[in-house]
């Protein structure tokens, strides 16, 4: 067993767990945060990802002890009780259906802003090409993204 103490979504963690335990597996099995989803666990979809002291990372193909002494972000983290800019936008321009890559499109998405925060459509469809929709087409997607840049200064987690 091996001990992993990390920062997730503001609180602090310290738990013993086997090597090879990957992160997703770490954040719903152990701490219960089941926002983040698993759609592959092979590294294509991208309804895994996170933020890594805020850099997008899809949790599946990250192992547990690997973020040791770092900074997570799930789904569950952003907001602050409210919904985030991000949030928001996604719920007002539509941009989920059956919902499963939503958690992943949008922290990825808050990682595109806050590295670029106004970014233009083909920026948007580059930064979230990572991660895979199955139902939208991903026109509102790309919407619900330009809505949380020209709505919010600051959209970063
Ligand atoms: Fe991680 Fe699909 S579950 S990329
Ligand atoms: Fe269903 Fe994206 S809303 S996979």
Redesign the pocket.
């Known amino acids: 067993m091996a001990r992993v103490s990390v920062t997730v979504d503001g609180t602090r963690y310290s738990d013993e767990v086997e090597p090879r335990t990957l992160l ?1 597996q770490y954040l719903r099995d152990t701490l219960g945060k089941t926002g983040t989803l ?11 990802t996170v933020l890594m002291d805020g850099r997008s990372v ?4 990250v192992l547990a002890v690997q973020a040791d002494g770092h900074e997570v972000t799930t789904i569950e983290g952003l907001g602050n009780g409210e919904l985030h800019p991000v949030q928001q936008a996604f719920h007002e321009c539509h941009a989920l259906q059956c919902g499963y890559c939503t958690p992943g499109m949008i922290m990825s998405s808050v990682d595109l802003l806050s590295r670029n925060p106004h970014p233009d459509e083909q920026q948007i469809r580059e930064g979230l090409e990572g991660n895979l929709c199955r139902c939208t087409g991903y026109q509102n997607i790309v919407a619900a993204v330009r809505q949380a840049a020209e709505t919010s200064a600051e959209v970063g987690a």
Do not use: I, L, W
């Open positions: 997703v698993v759609g592959c666990d092979t590294t294509n979809c991208g309804a895994c899809k949790s599946c193909t």
